[in-house]
Structures are given as structure tokens and as C-alpha cells.
């Protein structure tokens, strides 16, 4: 299994980036997506959730609202859009996929992890 995540970048804040994760090896179909971040000094967080399947996602409140998590059967990718970014979402941003469809917040639900992709914001 493999995911690879892209995107990050720096911005202002109160810009926008566009995460992509792209998975492969395995069949998703009725599983979970996850999207974490880790600043410096700090745990890995969870930040939003999606089934494959469909259903409503899941965010952390401090991104309820300005992020959105959503996918591509077809291509078999997730994407986290984060608009209006403040400093303090700047962390390293990893894509995970769990074994089950339930859409978990805590790291220890997710069994496979992208490699990470750093997202800046200044002010």
C-alpha cells in the first residue's frame, strides 16, 4: 500500500492550498481517508476524514469551515482544499487510510501513511 501526498507550499495568510493524496496497491473502496498535520513540538492531530464510500465527512473544528476533504473514486486520490489558512496551520500535512469505513480521529485508527507535505502560512 502506498500513499503519496503533494501540494504544500507556502502562503499568506488567508491564502488557499489544494492537498492531493494518491493511493495505490490496494483495493479502497469501503474504507476510511484520513488527513493529519504536526507542527513542530507538537502531536500529530487530526484534521478531516472521508469513506470512500460516501457519507458525510469528518473536521476537526478548528478547520470547520475553511477546509474541505473530498475524493476520487475514479483516480483514487483525496483532497484537502484549505482556504482562508492561518499560521497556525502551518505543519507537516500526512494522508492516511485506515482498515475499516468508520471515519476515527485518533493516528492509531489509520494503518497505512503518506510521506507528508509541509504547509506554511506566514502572516
Known amino acids: 500500500v502506498q500513499l503519496q501526498a503533494s501540494g504544500g507550499g507556502s502562503v499568506q495568510t488567508g491564502g488557499s492550498l489544494r492537498l492531493s493524496c494518491a493511493a495505490s496497491?490496494?483495493?479502497?473502496?469501503?474504507?476510511?481517508m484520513g488527513w493529519f498535520r504536526q507542527a513542530p513540538g507538537k502531536e500529530r492531530e487530526f484534521v478531516a476524514a472521508?469513506?470512500?464510500?460516501?457519507?458525510?465527512?469528518s473536521y476537526a473544528d478548528s478547520v470547520k469551515g475553511r477546509f474541505t476533504i473530498s475524493r476520487d473514486n475514479a483516480k483514487n486520490t483525496v483532497a484537502l482544499q484549505m482556504n482562508s489558512l492561518k499560521p497556525e496551520d502551518t505543519a507537516v500535512y500526512y494522508c492516511?487510510?485506515?482498515?475499516?469505513?468508520?471515519?476515527?480521529?485518533?493516528?492509531?485508527?489509520?494503518?497505512?501513511w503518506g510521506q507528508g507535505t509541509l504547509v506554511t502560512v506566514s502572516s
Open positions: 492516511a487510510a485506515g482498515l475499516t469505513s468508520r471515519l476515527q480521529i485518533g493516528p492509531q485508527g489509520y494503518a497505512y
Open positions: 496497491g490496494r483495493t479502497f473502496s469501503s474504507y476510511a
Open positions: 472521508i469513506r470512500w464510500s460516501g457519507g458525510t465527512p
